[in-house]
Structure formats: C-alpha cells, structure tokens
Antibody, heavy 122, light 106 residues
Framework: EVQLVESGGGLVKPGGSLRLSCAAS????????MRWARQAPGKGLEWVGL??????????NYAAPVRGRFTISRDDSQNMMYLQMNSLRTEDTAVYYC?????????????WGQGTLVTVSP | DIQMTQSPSTLSASVGDRVTITCRAS??????LAWYQQKPGKAPRLLIY???SLESGVPSRFSGSGSGTEFTLTISSLQPDDFATYYC????????FGQGTKLEIK
C-alpha cells in the first residue's frame, strides 16, 4: 500500500523559512516523480512543484507564485522528499500535500498524503 | 501557463440525479486531464485520468469525456457519498487545477 506522510508544518513569521518532509513507502520511490500541492483555508487546490526521478535528471519545476522562494529536493536512499520554503508570505498559509502518481503512470495524482498545515502570520 | 475553468462553481442536486461538471482549458491539453473528489478535511481522491479512464476502485457511476479544451465529469445517479467538491487538473506541463465545483444537496 502506498503511504505518504508529511511533516514539518507549523507557525512561522513572514520572511521566515520552513522545511517540509514527505516520507514515502509502498512503491518504487526512486523512479517516481514527486510533487507538492497546497490548499489555502477555504480555497481550492494549487500545484506547487515537482521533482523528477534521478534517471529523468532530478530536475524540478515550480508554480509561478513560489518560483525562486521554494526548492524541492529528494533523498532516494531514505525515500524522502523535501520542500524548503524561504521568504514566506502570509499568502503561503495552506495545507501542503505530498502527492505522486506512484511511478509507471503519466502524472495523474493517484496518491496523496494527509497534509501538513503551514501558517504564516506576524 | 494553462488556465483551467470549471463550471458551475456550485451545483445543487438530489440523490439519484444525473449531474455534469464542465472543465475548459485555455489551450489544448489532449486528454491529459484528471478529475478529483475532495471532502472537507481530507486529501483529494483521483476519480478519472486521461480524461475518460476510471481509476481503480471508483464506482462506475462516475465517467469522464472530452479532449482538447473541453471536458466533462458525469455522475450518472448521485449517491449520498458523492456530495463533495470536484476538481479538474491538467497534467501536461503545468499541472493546473480548476477552481473547483461544490456539489451540494438540494
């Protein structure tokens, strides 16, 4: 069974930094493209970014609102993905989800974690 | 970036009704379109992928159609468990979500 468990959320002041983690199990992590999505309170889903597998170059892409401030990385030896968030703004307040197609698919997000809440407030 | 526009934003319906939600892309995305269901406080659940393929374990009353820029999600006979918010998503390069359609009990 695929499991994705996020951690690291919390309260941070504007301009601050936070690192989220996603622990993955139940699939071949090192071949899967991994993604982050978020959902502000009472709002819709928003894609944050993705990181490709090592064999596909381990490159990453980001949504415009977070580009240059957020960085996604992965540690295939630990089946972990990370989201480093810098220069946080109040509008970054959201539940952050780790998500993946599980590998061998085309990008449809079949698996999601339970989410971790990030609150950016003075 | 691709824009995804869903309609309606809110839909009121009764158990047993047939309902359709529309999603329009600002440029052609082929059939790289997924539909998700989300209930309050829960993570989204994949229902449909590649515009019309039913995800394993999803009831057959859900169906999807379309290609290019116009897509639909149809629920053939609403069940009490189906009242939720539905999102479409392009997964070409930008992975943009639609703004959501809240399906409410009439």
């Amino acid at each position: 069974e695929v499991q994705l468990v996020e951690s690291g959320g919390g309260l941070v002041k504007p301009g601050g930094s936070l690192r989220l983690s996603c622990a993955a199990s139940g699939f071949t992590f090192n071949t899967a493209w991994m993604r982050w999505a978020r959902q502000a309170p009472g709002k819709g889903l928003e894609w944050v970014g993705l990181i490709r597998s090592k064999i596909d170059g381990e490159s990453s892409n980001y949504a415009a609102p977070v580009r240059g401030r957020f960085t996604i990385s992965r540690d295939d030896s630990q089946n972990m993905m990370y989201l480093q968030m810098n220069s946080l703004r109040t509008e970054d307040t959201a539940v952050y989800y780790c998500t993946t197609d599980g590998g061998g698919r085309h990008g449809e997000l079949a698996h999601w974690g339970q989410g971790t809440l990030v609150t950016v407030s003075p | 970036d691709i824009q995804m526009t869903q309609s309606p934003s809110t839909l009121s319906a009764s158990v047993g009704d047939r309902v359709t939600i529309t999603c329009r892309a600002s440029q052609s995305i082929g059939t790289w379109l997924a539909w998700y269901q989300q209930k309050p406080g829960k993570a989204p659940r994949l229902l449909i992928y590649q515009a019309s393929s039913l995800e394993s374990g999803v009831p057959s009353r859900f169906s999807g159609s379309g290609s290019g820029t116009e897509f639909t999600l149809t629920i053939s006979s609403l069940q009490p468990d189906d009242f939720a918010t539905y999102y479409c998503q392009d997964y070409t390069r930008f992975y943009t979500f639609g703004q959501g359609t809240k399906l409410e009990i009439k």
